[in-house]
């Protein structure tokens, strides 16, 4: 049973930062990507970033290009989430999701097949 542990949410005035991490119960290897969606109230669920772990290609949303930064840890199989010049339209709860099946675009919910259980991001 794979299991994405989410951690590092939280309240940051606009303009700030904060880094959400994102611990898979197995070798990150094992997964050929990660990613991170997010979904405000009312809103449907959004990719934020991509990376695949062989390459450490990376994809962004073009909303937060330049202010977001996916990276990897090998030897703690997590992946981080970078977030800086923080909106208000960037609140919503974060979500991590690995394991993508090749089908679609890298900010496809159905690419992945695991999903974390979420941490909420409020910028006010």
């Known amino acids: 049973h794979v299991q994405l542990v989410e951690s590092g949410g939280g309240s940051v005035q606009p303009g700030g930062s904060l880094r959400l991490s994102c611990e898979i119960s197995?070798?990150?290897?094992?997964?050929?990507?990660m990613g991170w969606f997010r979904q405000a109230p009312g809103k449907e669920r959004e990719g934020v970033a991509s990376i695949y772990t062989g390459s450490r290609r990376t994809y962004y949303a073009d909303s937060v290009k330049g202010r977001i930064t996916i990276s990897q840890d090998n030897a703690k199989n997590t992946v981080y989430l970078q977030m800086n010049s923080l909106k208000p339209e960037d609140s919503a709860a974060y979500y991590c999701?690995?394991?993508?099946?090749?089908?679609?675009?890298?900010?496809?919910?159905?690419?992945?097949?695991?999903w974390g259980q979420g941490t909420q991001v409020t910028v006010s």
């Open positions: 197995l070798y990150i290897y094992s997964t050929n990507c």
């Open positions: 999701a690995a394991d993508c099946r090749g089908r679609g675009a890298w900010y496809e919910l159905y690419e992945y097949k695991y």
